[in-house]
């Protein structure tokens, strides 16, 4: 692979649509668009960041094959950094298959996955956590993750990580001159404050490490695990948050026997949903096995949700599965209030939400419910990690730190700062390492 | 017209001839020192010093490689310092006070003695080249000398410009002529000149100054040696002073500023940032009110005081002025006036890593014509010039140390791969390996090399070897040797360390010396372990820094990956479309030999090296 020549691709879904956008990046832009490309100005008249109409031909017979817009973004006032542009035409695969043909048959070549945003990075366009966010921003499965990503693309991240950087280059610069200039003594009066300027780098980790978890469940969604004793309605609330008939629904208890999982946006946030077998006490065969796997997704889980028939009074089995979940984050729902109540109104039950999952009553309770209590009480401005790369980078620049604090002398901690300068600088990418860079471009799908 | 051959032509014998001629001479071939003034021959020109921050460990490297600066610094010492001795094993640094006059003797005495050489008192004016190889150095007197290879160690003498006040006249030293027409010629060779500047202070007479309240400054009682070849040394030593400026003197700096060179705009050359002039110290901090000034003796019997800390190229009647409104100076008189120097120098990046040019085959550059200060630096490229030649000769690998095996390494691979923009001077913080570059290992680290050279004797390297069986025994030992806990506690509560717990019954010896507090005086303490004071330091120093070594280790060979991935020597980079203009010059000018080089060049970012590491990749298929 050549990083020079010119690069094509599809970037709108294929099939048929009212709009594909092609687009090329690289030196022969201009020179190729030139001889597809004709409009009543001239190609050298066009002003980067302006879209101009005209008609895409076949430079062979001159042929008309689509009427469209095409956005010059001249070098360096473009997404990569080189000559882009982007020719809106109309999404039939037959225009757009035929103009990359003549494309690449005038010598470009179709891009591989995220080639563009490569580009963007190497030439400097953009740091390697922002081009992490471009892929985050094109897959968020849901609107927080989308808020994340933005806010990390916009380099909300990359500042931070550069004035963590620009602290430990500080302290640095502090502890290295205290070795390298023993005799000067505006260097040795000044008070290098080392042990607090440790200190306030650790709990500056702490903090971004804090929201980290929060980040990372935000992008690959939260495991919420709907359980119950049997028949107390667990697929009907199931399918009603799924918003379709995912689960089949029967009088007949234990129709749930293997669980069933289903991704959803509810209300911002991604949750992987489960609905589980029922526990009941007499359960042998298949249904012990169902059984055992539900208590397992409850080590697993992030929220349960825990149902009660509101039509029955409270039993073992209700009691065994408050007792399983004792330490897990839970939500305790009392279903059936479309019926005659006839569960007591134990100590346990008093921050119960009362639904009924048949009729969909109070279910937009329950929603808030479950998103105030998987988004706690923080600031959303705080939440800048998302990756496990992230988590893992600041925790051993964290290690270090802590070595630091216990090193021998100035000249250990300095080896100390300057491995964790190291990582820091792996994590924008200023610090390239090779392998970094092609898993992390593995991940990206063609076009942003 | 006299015309003579030998193998080394070195021109210029100051701290980089002196083992440029050396080394090449103890290898077995012949050398000729072409130097303007042979009782000159090893002169400190500026403070009368070697050793310190870095440069000390400069020190100890060329001595264990075979080279001469550590033993003659060691035969004229007069005050000794081990620096930084809280910061750590690795930036310990010894310096010494040394005399100027013996240190000349002695160095002249050497080079006068080592079968070899000849010296001739002849300036060198024009390199002879035929077919972009040097073959030999014309002198102005019309001799014509011959030689396999040439090694320029011209230091300030290139073109040299002396400024005193707004008086300016060609010197490379006070009182002493400079080199102009070598100068053309290695531009005529195709070599790329700089000019740099540096700057001395004045020296002034002994009996004028009032020492009685000025603050003195001690060596320390314990002596150390730069050379392992040196005996241990028990010469008296002699103090220095301090006194501090004023404001009084600042003010007499401020208000002859118009008759300052540097502040006139006579001066273009760049002056060091780490010692900077008085007057610059003055601008440039205008809120301190006082700086300190260190008076040192010049020498055991020298009727001189050297003043650290007071460059300066101000006029001479500013300089009294200055240096009379000093406490201790009220009637001083000065003996040399302080002065600054301007002088071409060859920007490095146009060396190989063996030193030799790029432009011209078998013409090496060592010391401050390639833009460094300081006598251990310059000594350090001597060496390795003066080795290079030799192998150059006979056609064999040049000498080449890496970056993780010593300063020297570091520094010129910072030559080569960074222009230089100011006087490079050595720091320890310059070093990324630098726990592994200390002055206990540099034995370990190059001493073979010396050997390969032929430049270490052999009984030399048996006491080495002899050394280095005792602390790897030593530490064996204290591996397995687990000492109980009613022995060591006491000790370890003294030197308030935890205690081993009871029931863990005992620890084992090198676990204890791991400790920060404990040294291996407690070790003897706690059991039959005995050491002598050298070896029982190194002993310390390895187990408490076991966990850093294997660190940086392994980084080392992460390193060596990146080293293996070799840049062919004709590497088109003009061709690589994605790289920028800066790039491509900077690379096609440095040629790095591979990836991990080329990620130092100044200017060149990680994703440079990337499209390269892509380049390389396609290439070599």
Not at chain 1, 119 to 136: P, S, T, W, Y
Not at chain 1, 309 to 333: A, F, V
């Amino acid at each position: 692979m050549s990083l020079n020549d010119t690069i094509v691709a599809c970037a709108t879904p294929a099939g048929y649509s009212s709009i594909g956008v092609i687009r090329i990046s690289g030196d022969q832009t201009l020179s190729l668009v030139k001889k597809i490309f004709v409009s009543r100005q001239k190609i050298q008249d066009f002003e980067t960041n302006h879209a101009y109409y005209g008609n895409i031909i076949d430079p062979d017979n001159n042929d008309v094959i689509d009427k469209i817009i095409a956005t010059f973004y001249l070098t360096p006032h473009s997404y990569t950094g080189e000559d882009v542009v982007e020719l809106s035409c109309h999404g039939n695969p037959l225009i757009i298959d035929r103009i990359t043909k003549i494309l690449t048959g005038m010598g470009a070549r179709i891009a591989q996955r995220g080639e563009f945003t490569k580009r963007a990075l190497l030439n400097g366009k953009i740091d390697l956590l922002q081009a992490e966010a471009v892929l985050d921003t094109v897959i968020a499965p849901c609107n927080e993750a989308r808020k994340l990503a933005i806010t990390q693309y916009e380099g909300k991240l990359s500042d931070k990580i550069y004035e963590l950087r620009s602290k430990i280059v500080d302290l640095l610069s502090f502890v290295e001159a205290n070795i390298d200039f023993p005799e000067e003594e505006d260097i040795q009066n000044s008070d290098i404050g080392i042990e607090g300027g440790l200190k306030s780098i650790i709990e500056e980790i702490d903090e971004l490490l804090k929201g980290a978890e929060i980040g990372v469940k935000i992008k690959e969604g939260y495991k919420v695990l709907i359980t119950g004793r049997t028949n107390v309605g667990k697929s009907t609330l199931f399918n009603k948050l799924v918003g379709y008939d995912r689960a089949i629904i029967h009088e007949e208890p234990g129709t749930t026997r293997d669980y069933i999982e289903d991704r959803i946006e509810v209300s911002g946030l991604y949750l992987c949903l489960f609905d589980t077998a029922g526990i009941f006490n007499t359960a042998a065969g298949p249904d012990k096995i169902a059984q055992d796997r539900t208590i397992s997704l409850v080590e697993q889980s992030d929220l349960i949700l825990l149902m009660f028939d509101g039509s029955e009074p409270m039993n073992e089995e209700d009691l065994y599965l408050y007792n399983l979940t004792k330490d897990k984050d839970k939500i305790l729902i009392v279903n059936k209030i479309d019926l005659n109540i006839r569960l007591n109104e134990s100590e346990i039950l008093c921050d119960s939400i009362k639904i009924s999952a048949k009729t969909g009553k109070n279910i937009d309770l329950l929603i808030q419910n479950i998103k105030s209590k998987l988004l706690p009480k923080f600031d959303h401005k705080q939440i800048l990690l998302t990756r496990q790369r992230h988590i893992d980078a600041l925790k051993n620049a964290k290690e270090y730190f802590i070595r630091a604090q216990k090193a021998y002398s100035p000249e250990t901690i300095a080896f100390e700062l300057h491995a964790a300068l190291d990582v820091i600088g792996e994590l924008t990418g200023k610090v390239m390492r090779k392998e970094i860079l092609d898993r992390i471009f593995e991940e990206f799908c063609i076009g942003k | 017209m006299q015309t003579s051959k030998y193998d080394i032509i070195v021109i210029g014998g100051g701290h980089a001839g002196i083992e440029a001629a050396l080394a090449p001479a103890r290898m077995g071939y012949s050398v000729l020192l072409l130097t303007l003034n042979i009782d000159n021959i090893g002169q400190m020109s500026c403070n009368p010093s070697i050793g310190g921050l870095a440069k000390g460990h400069l020190v100890k490297e060329v001595d264990v490689l075979g080279g001469e600066i550590g033993l003659l610094a060691d035969k004229t010492a007069i005050q000794y310092r081990m620096l930084n001795r809280s910061k750590g094993p690795a930036v310990w640094s010894p310096r010494t006070q040394n005399d100027r006059l013996q240190y000349r003797v002695a160095a002249q005495e050497i080079l006068e003695n080592t079968k070899n050489i000849k010296i001739k008192q002849e300036e060198a004016s024009e390199v002879i080249i035929d077919d972009h190889r040097a073959i030999g150095v014309k002198t102005s007197i019309g001799n014509e000398y011959r030689a396999h290879a040439i090694v320029l160690t011209t230091g300030t003498f290139l073109n040299g410009l002396m400024h005193i006040g707004l008086d300016s006249f060609a010197g490379g030293r006070l009182a002493e002529a400079r080199s102009f027409s070598l100068s053309e010629s290695l531009k005529k060779c195709g070599l790329n000149l700089g000019r740099l500047k540096t700057g001395t202070s004045p020296r002034i007479a002994k009996n004028s100054v009032d020492l009685s309240n000025l603050q003195v400054h001690k060596g320390e009682e314990k002596h150390f040696t730069f050379s392992f070849r040196t005996n241990q040394i028990t010469n008296e030593q002699l103090p220095c002073y301090i006194t501090r400026t004023n404001k009084n003197t600042h003010e007499i700096i401020q208000k002859s500023l118009d008759r300052s060179p540097l502040y006139t705009g006579k001066i273009i050359g760049v002056g060091p940032r780490y010692c900077p002039s008085i007057e610059t110290k003055i601008v440039r901090f205008a809120d301190r009110d006082s700086h300190l000034v260190f008076i040192e003796p010049e020498g055991r019997d020298s009727g001189e005081f050297y003043l650290n800390g007071l460059a300066t190229s101000l006029p001479y009647d500013v300089q009294l002025d200055m240096l009379r409104s000093i406490e201790g100076l009220g009637k001083v008189e000065i003996t040399r006036p302080g002065y600054a120097v301007e002088y071409d120098f060859v920007y490095p990046v146009q060396l190989y890593p063996s030193l030799e040019t790029k432009a011209v085959k078998n013409l090496f550059c060592a010391g401050q014509i390639n833009g460094t200060s300081g006598y251990e630096e310059a000594a350090a490229q001597g060496i390795m010039a003066g080795i290079n030649a030799v192998l150059k000769l006979r056609d064999e690998k040049p000498f080449v140390l890496k970056r993780y095996e010593a300063y020297i390494g570091v520094l010129i691979d910072d030559l080569i791969t960074k222009n230089t923009l100011e006087p490079y001077r050595m720091f320890t913080s310059l070093a990324e390996h630098r726990l592994i570059l200390r002055i206990d290992n540099v034995a370990d680290r190059l001493m073979h090399y010396g050997v390969k050279y032929g430049l270490i004797r052999e009984d030399e390297w048996q006491r080495f070897e002899q050394d280095r069986k005792e602390i790897d025994n030593a530490i064996e030992n204290l591996k397995k040797i687990i000492v109980k806990s009613e022995i060591a506690n006491p000790i370890l509560k003294e030197k308030s360390e935890n205690e081993i717990p009871e029931e863990r019954g005992g620890q084992s010896l090198f676990q204890i010396l791991k400790r920060p507090g404990i040294q291996y005086q407690d070790i003897e303490r706690m059991s039959d372990m005995k050491f002598e004071e050298n070896i029982g330091t190194r002993v310390e120093i390895e187990t408490k820094y076991n966990g850093y070594i294997k660190r940086e280790d392994e980084m080392i060979e992460k390193l060596k990956e990146i080293e293996k991935i070799r840049i062919p020597a004709n590497f088109s980079y003009v061709d690589i479309k994605g790289l920028s203009n800066e790039a491509k010059s900077k690379l096609s000018e440095v040629k790095p030999e591979n990836l991990d080089q080329a990620s130092r060049i100044q200017g060149i970012s990680p994703s440079d090296i990337l499209l390269l590491l892509l380049h390389i990749k396609k290439d070599g298929r």
